[in-house]
């Protein structure tokens, strides 16, 4: 195991190691609440013997539960992780974002850690969430703002889901994590160095500080108060030696 340098990380790696610890003397599984990237990667990072698993609820999910697994499941089995599902209905004519879902669940007395990912779309979001807060959603979510909502359960395999996604596409002058970051964030290369140095980018869900990591195909950035997105393609040359690349920004 390893501790991070930070007090309130290593507060966090020591409840994995008691869950990794209780699966063990237990022979069951032991879970986690909703992880934050951050914590994710922080997992990943003290724990490279694995003997664990993350599901969100779907296979992109950002925000997942932490799973100690004992020798009799297997990582890619995720029907026994306690993470329920919500469809929440309203009329397409209004605009709903993920900061209005977010608000009026919170304001059911909710606890962040309890909430997964919530994906909108238009006239429906889909909310991941603990099981045991699933009937206080689904009794007490009424209107989100001031619009009128409809909450069902639903099984999170029985109901589609999939990050909204946008195409950006330009020009870099190498894969490297900075210049692609540029591309992404539309900023100077100067802030993006900031923002990686200051620990707010993660690639493939763990912490990248450094600007001249090479980024490949289907590499997963995250951006703290940025977003996320992934590397759909790198290849090909401009006439001025830069390299194409397109980026698929979830939305």
């Known amino acids: 195991m390893r501790y991070p340098a930070a007090a309130e ?24 609440a909703f992880l934050t990237p951050h914590q994710r990667s922080l997992v990943l990072e003290s724990f490279p013997e694995g003997g664990y698993a993350f ?11 932490f799973a100690a697994l004992p020798d009799y499941l297997a990582p890619e089995e995720t029907s026994h992780f306690p993470v329920a599902c919500a469809q929440i209905s309203y009329p397409g004519q209004y605009r709903l974002s993920h900061r209005d879902f977010l608000g009026a669940i919170l304001a059911l007395g909710l606890e ?5 990912d919530i994906l909108v779309e238009e006239g429906r979001a889909v909310v991941f969430l603990q099981p045991h807060v699933l009937p206080i959603l689904l009794q ?6 001031s619009v009128g909502v ?8 029985e109901i589609a889901v999939k990050r909204q996604e946008v195409s950006l596409s330009g020009t870099v002058s190498s894969p490297r994590l900075d210049s692609v970051l540029a591309l992404f964030l539309r900023i100077s290369r100067e802030k993006v ?18 600007a001249d990591c090479l980024l490949k195909e289907q590499d997963i950035l ?29 939305v």
């Not at 599901?55 to 539960?65: I, L, N, Q």
């Not at 962040?112 to 997964?116: A, D, F, N, Y």
């Not at 951006?223 to 830069?242: A, I, L, N, P």
């Open 150 to 157: 409809h909450a069902e359960a639903g099984a999170p395999e």
């Open 222 to 250: 995250s951006v703290r108060g940025f977003g996320r997105g992934r590397v759909e393609s790198v290849g090909g040359q401009s006439r001025k030696g830069r390299i194409f690349i397109e980026i698929k920004k979830s």
């Open 193 to 210: 160095k900031e923002l990686i140095a200051g620990g707010s980018v993660m690639v493939n869900h763990r912490e990248e500080r450094r």
């Open 112 to 116: 962040r850690e309890t909430l997964g």
């Open 55 to 65: 599901f969100g609820g779907y296979e992109e999910a950002e925000r997942v539960v």
């Open 9 to 32: 990380d290593q507060l966090f790696v020591r409840h994995v190691w008691d869950l990794l610890a209780r699966c063990r003397n237990r022979n069951i599984p032991q879970y986690s």
């Open 140 to 145: 007490e979510l009424v209107k989100v703002g």
